[in-house]
């Protein structure tokens, strides 16, 4: 239901923007999140947006990431500028329906040093 896009390599201090489109209009009354998973660590929390447009960040992104939402296009943003070598992970859209977790299938994002 989910489909993730936009990682990459990217040198330190650049921008990227991942995108998550789902398959059917499911961003409008729901929270989406955004998750990442570095290598060794717990997958975790980066940030939120909920069905009325209020936002949510992890304290190590905050001012850097911006999430938003395109409701026409089903599609989930986060802009992410001033990248950091530990902002490299995959980077994961989720939602929670009906208590059931669904997940896109991950976008790698490279930060070089």
């Known amino acids: 239901q989910l489909q993730a896009s936009g990682g990459g390599l990217v040198q330190d201090g650049g921008s990227l923007r991942l995108s998550c489109v789902a398959s059917e209009n499911i961003f409008s009354r729901n929270i989406i999140n955004w998750y990442r998973q570095s290598p060794g660590k717990l997958r975790e929390l980066v940030a939120s947006i909920g069905s009325g447009g209020s936002t949510h960040y992890a304290d190590a992104v905050k001012g850097r990431f911006t999430i938003s939402r395109d409701k026409s296009k089903n599609t989930v943003y986060l802009q992410m500028n001033s990248l950091k070598s530990e902002d490299t992970a995959v980077y994961y859209c989720?939602?929670?329906?009906?208590?059931?977790?669904?997940w896109g299938q991950g976008t790698l994002v490279t930060v070089s040093s």
């Open positions: 989720n939602v929670l329906i009906r208590l059931i977790n669904y």
